[in-house]
């Protein structure tokens, strides 16, 4: 089955930018997506990015695709405090529904 | 407002004794789903439902049921539950269609199963 991989832990010193890596093994994927988890709470979507698309910029978030190497990452410019929290990777494939694989999550601690 | 309604937030129970935990959204969303997070494996996907009266098995369904019989409601039934379904639960809904349709959650259940 698919499989979405991401490193567990990141520590960055706020001000700084933050680079969160994900692989995964579907080469069919069609979209795919950061979620952001605070604690306590439900994940939210923060940007998604679609297959045939290399790089998305959204204000402070960069999203690079490697479809090549299935590989994604978020960049988180000028780190804040505020963006601590478990980032998701996420893929959805072309199959016949919706079903979107999560990764492990990636813990960002932000260090004043 | 739009949301996805989880309840109860938290409960602790014993083995054996049957729990729902419920689930509603106000989206008129036909896609729902029952996720369960646990640490180093991130979300696993339960059951999921296209609509009303269709669910179908996720990646990890053992020891679990559902139901759709409305659109806004998709109950996870734990009819025995075991030690191993402690963790953290996340409903999910969204409107059919491409993938730009982002999964809208709800706020989790922690249960505890002792």
């Known amino acids: 089955g698919e499989d979405v991989e991401q490193s567990l832990f990141l520590s960055v010193r706020e001000g700084d930018s933050s680079v969160i890596n994900c692989t995964y093994t579907?080469?069919?994927?069609?979209?795919l997506y950061w979620y952001k988890q605070e604690p306590g709470a439900g994940l939210q979507l923060l940007t998604y990015i679609f297959s045939n698309m290399d790089m998305k910029q959204d204000q402070r978030l960069t999203v690079l695709l490697n479809k090549k190497d299935k590989h994604l990452s978020l960049r988180i410019a000028d780190t804040q405090t505020g963006d601590s929290a478990i980032y998701f990777c996420a893929e959805m494939n072309s199959g016949g529904y919706q079903k979107v694989t999560f990764g492990t999550g990636t813990k960002l601690q932000v260090i004043p | 407002e739009a949301q996805v309604t989880q309840n109860p937030r938290y409960l602790i129970t014993v083995t054996g004794k049957k729990l729902t935990v419920t689930c509603s959204q106000n989206?008129?969303?036909?896609?729902m789903s029952w996720y369960r997070q646990d640490p180093g494996l991130g979300l696993r996907q339960i059951y999921y439902?296209?609509?009303?009266?269709?669910?179908d098995k996720g990646d990890v369904p053992e020891g679990y049921k559902v139901s759709r019989k409305e659109k806004r409601n998709f109950p996870l039934i734990l009819e025995s539950p075991s030690p191993n379904q402690t963790s953290l639960y996340f409903c999910?809904?969204?409107?059919?269609?491409?993938?730009?349709?982002?999964?809208?959650f709800g706020d989790g259940t922690r249960l505890s199963i002792l």
């Open positions: 439902s296209m609509n009303v009266e269709v669910t």
């Open positions: 989206m008129n969303h036909e896609y």
């Open positions: 579907d080469s069919s994927s069609t979209y």
């Open positions: 999910a809904s969204s409107p059919p269609g491409q993938g730009n349709q982002p999964q809208h």
